[in-house]
């Protein structure tokens, strides 16, 4: 196990030490600690945005999901993903880059003022992107436990504390560069993981063969995984123009051309990895290792099995970089919900930048060691408990922030009825309280659909000026972003 923990080691050093350089020049400035003083250039931000996203429930989580519900309903979910990718370029990405702020937030509460928006937006992420957080900290956790032999709990402090300190002091720019690096990782391991196995099984049509020969449930859906295939394609589709760690980096991109590029190369990046992650490591698994108690297991288990120390080190690393890559970003737009959007006008009416960039390091630690906690008791099946998560988010941000954009009639009260209708009846339907036969994202998005075009059409008109404003959004040149 030494070259392994030695491997590891200097990985998470590494991460500290981009942390601190980087403090150097964001604690004193908001626009450098939340969006990198919007300057990050297309190809950084594609990977950043794609290592964002490939988290520890893409290298971990998809592949047990596949292994245990069958390559099919994994590829809904993954398809979503794919979807969300030019949705978020043709809908969101120029016209928030040019509104220019710094979250999600900014932008309901500006285009929907209200109290609710402000106070029950923030509320939402942080209660989505903690039950996110805390599947990225399981597999950090089972990762270092199968293949370096330390224990679960000692894993997740160790994980926690070295992200936790990184995001907290280097803001954006830190995790920028450490996501460039950890999305580097994953792909080289993932890809060269996917080409070994299927090079020793001589092409991948004989791989998938050989495998739903002996376990033919891992090619077919069943009919009672329907439901929830379409429900997890839905709720990644609709999640990623609105889901709050990819909108940030549409914040930090030059201008509007640049997020909507960048938003595109990421998709291509994460379809390769998630391809070859679930169509030759998971039939690799099935085949070595049929009956996993935790079907999360599976790529650790073709990992320790097919490769030596130094490979195995690397891995290590490539999953740790999946989860950082993910729980930074996570833990960032966590700490602006509670830093930037519920405390931020009233500490910036009373405190130095001093005080407030004290707070932004407070926030991020007192999520992170929430979500330590949470994870001491993890959860089974990562992608299935983080997606729930995620439809929070796009069942209550999705239909507001595009009919925000884009339909004309949209005003205050449509806004806020759409988002405590799509955010209340997905709770309602995910606790079994609202059973129309439809997953509960279905019915969120059909319920806050309904409260838009009921409030746009007997509420009051937006005013004029927020009319021209929304316009201006559309129309600026992209030369003239800032």
């Not at 993932?190 to 049509?205: F, I, K, N, Y």
């Not at 994870?375 to 239909?399: K, N, Q």
């Amino acid at each position: 196990m030494v070259v392994e923990r030695v491997l590891v080691l200097l990985y998470l050093l590494a991460c500290i030490g981009i942390g601190v350089f980087a403090s150097r020049k964001v604690l004193a400035s908001r626009d450098e600690y939340w969006v990198a003083g919007r300057r990050i250039g297309t190809a950084v931000n594609a990977m950043a945005i794609m290592a964002s996203l490939a988290s520890g429930g893409s290298i971990i989580g998809v592949m047990g999901l596949a292994y245990s519900q069958g390559i099919p309903a994994t590829l809904a979910l993954f398809a979503g993903a794919v979807v969300g990718f030019p949705l978020a370029s043709i809908l969101v990405a120029r016209q928030l880059r040019a509104f220019g702020r710094y979250t999600i937030t900014d932008f309901l509460a500006f285009r929907f003022p209200s109290p609710v928006v402000r106070l029950l937006v923030p509320v939402l992420i942080v209660i989505a992107f903690s039950v996110y957080i805390v599947a990225q900290l399981k597999a950090a956790g089972i990762t270092a436990h199968a293949l370096l032999d330390i224990p679960y709990d000692t894993a997740l402090v160790i994980a926690t504390l070295v992200f936790i300190t990184y995001v907290s002091i280097g803001g954006m720019i830190a995790i920028t560069w450490t996501d460039v690096v950890q999305g580097l990782i994953m792909l080289v391991v993932v890809l060269g993981t996917a080409l070994a196995v299927v090079w020793r099984a001589g092409s991948p049509l004989e791989l998938m063969r050989q495998t739903t020969a002996v376990a033919p449930e891992l090619g077919r859906l069943a009919d009672r995984d329907i439901g929830s295939s379409l429900g997890y394609f839905v709720i990644w589709a609709t999640a990623i123009p609105v889901i709050p760690h990819i909108v940030m980096r549409v914040f930090t991109a030059k201008d509007g051309r640049s997020a909507q590029l960048s938003l595109n190369l990421a998709m291509l990046a994460y379809s390769v990895m998630i391809l070859a992650a679930v169509l030759a490591i998971v039939p690799v698994g099935k085949l070595g290792f049929p009956g996993l108690d935790d079907a999360d297991q599976v790529f650790l288990r073709v990992i320790q099995s097919e490769f030596p120390a130094f490979v195995r080190g690397i891995a290590v690393a490539a999953v740790l970089a999946a989860v950082m890559s993910t729980t930074d970003a996570l833990l960032l737009a966590c700490s602006s919900a509670i830093a930037h959007d519920l405390l931020g006008e009233f500490l910036r009416q009373r405190a130095s930048e001093r005080a407030l960039a004290a707070v932004r390091v407070a926030s991020a630690w007192a999520i992170g060691i929430l979500a330590l906690y949470w994870a001491l008791a993890p959860p089974e099946l990562l992608s299935r408990f983080y997606t729930a998560g995620i439809g929070l988010l796009s069942a209550g941000l999705f239909v507001p922030t595009v009919a925000g954009l884009w339909w004309k009639r949209a005003n205050r009260v449509g806004g806020v009825a759409a988002l405590v209708a799509g955010a209340g009846s997905y709770a309602l339907a995910l606790a079994g309280g609202l059973d129309l036969g439809l997953p509960p994202i279905v019915v969120a998005l059909l319920s806050s659909s309904v409260a838009m075009l009921a409030g746009g059409l007997l509420g009051a008109p937006d005013s004029r000026s927020m009319t021209e404003q929304i316009a201006a959004l559309h129309a600026r040149p992209v030369c003239d972003e800032r």
